[in-house]
């Protein structure tokens, strides 16, 4: 069969349209619109339905679906967008959280360069050797399960990202090192710290669990959406963005220093915004109608205020 492919604006972007096997997947579509159009690339395509009456936009093809499945027919049309370059979200988690693992260490290790205006730097303080283990712990678990726990729905995303989510990671990385392991900080008593790291470590393995049963909810490449069952997911929906904020929050406890907090606040307003759409979305898709299972009631992200 032979698809016309569209832009938004309705131009045709394949004359004469692009011919499939009536069997034919989506990633098939893909396939033979890149060998038309070589610049876009299959990551990089989208493609969606014809927007019904009412709707501002169409259904989007889902790649891992056949185009019979959206009752597309010969002389179907299609309206393609194109997503910009493309980098794997791999590449990106990497990067965004090797770098603050390097960053941070460099003010601790290297002193004389970022503070050249103090002749002589103090030792440091325990707690200050405390917060770098911590740190160190926290990306180099990010790092570890970027590679061996998370699994994306989108293998994907627009290369600004990659700059985007680096200037966030590698910014605050620098801006709480900065003070943290500044020559004048005065740390507060070493057994608070312990006792705040020592349970903000606990969060950590209380992320890594969340995770853990996030990634095994679906197969890989899946879209199909679950509702998370298990541990604290009982009672919240994005328990891992709760175990990642109270680890934060201890941590600025632990050092005492206000760049942490401010770390803290950035950090938890983005995380709850992803929590709230989440949220949203499962009690939409879950709705208890047509045989649907209904999303238990559960808190957010962080009981009892959200």
């Not at 098939?28 to 989208?46: E, G, I, T």
């Not at 003010?107 to 303080?125: A, D, G, N, Q």
């Not at 608070?192 to 669990?209: E, K, Y």
Request: net charge positive; charged share 15%.
């Amino acid at each position: 069969m032979k698809l016309v492919i569209q832009s938004r604006s309705g131009r045709e972007v394949v004359p004469g349209g692009v011919q499939v096997d009536d069997g034919a997947t989506v990633r098939d579509l893909m396939q033979a619109f890149h060998k038309l159009r070589p610049k876009y690339y299959p990551s990089r395509q989208r493609f969606s339905l014809a927007p019904k009456a009412g709707e501002k936009r169409g259904v989007a093809l889902v790649p891992g679906k056949k185009l019979s499945d959206f009752d597309l027919r010969d002389g179907s049309v299609l309206t393609f967008k194109d997503l910009g370059p493309q980098i794997g979200y791999q590449t990106v988690f990497f990067w965004e959280y090797f770098g603050p693992l390097l960053v941070y260490a460099a003010f601790y290790l290297f002193p004389e360069v970022f503070y050249p205006s103090f002749k002589s730097i103090p030792t440091k303080s325990p707690v200050q050797t405390l917060a770098l283990a911590y740190w160190s712990f926290h990306y180099a678990k990010r790092v570890a399960e970027t590679y061996l726990v998370h699994r994306f729905s989108h293998g994907t995303m627009p290369l600004f990202n990659l700059f985007k989510n680096c200037s966030y990671y590698w910014g605050f990385a620098a801006y709480v090192s900065y003070f943290v392991n500044h020559p004048l900080y005065t740390a507060p008593s070493v057994q608070r710290a312990q006792i705040a790291l020592g349970l903000a470590v606990v969060c950590q393995l209380s992320n890594f669990w969340c995770h853990r049963i996030l990634a095994n909810l679906r197969p890989p490449g899946s879209t199909e959406y679950k509702i998370p069952r298990g541990f604290l997911f009982n009672y919240i929906t994005c328990a891992n963005y709760t175990m990642e904020t109270w680890g934060w929050i201890l941590f600025g406890v632990a050092t005492q220093t206000l760049s942490a907090f401010l770390f803290i606040l950035a950090g938890f307003t983005q995380m709850s915004l992803w929590a709230l759409a989440k949220h949203r979305r499962l009690r939409k898709l879950f709705d208890g109608k047509d045989g649907r299972p209904k999303y238990p009631r559960r808190w957010v992200i962080f009981p009892p205020f959200i």
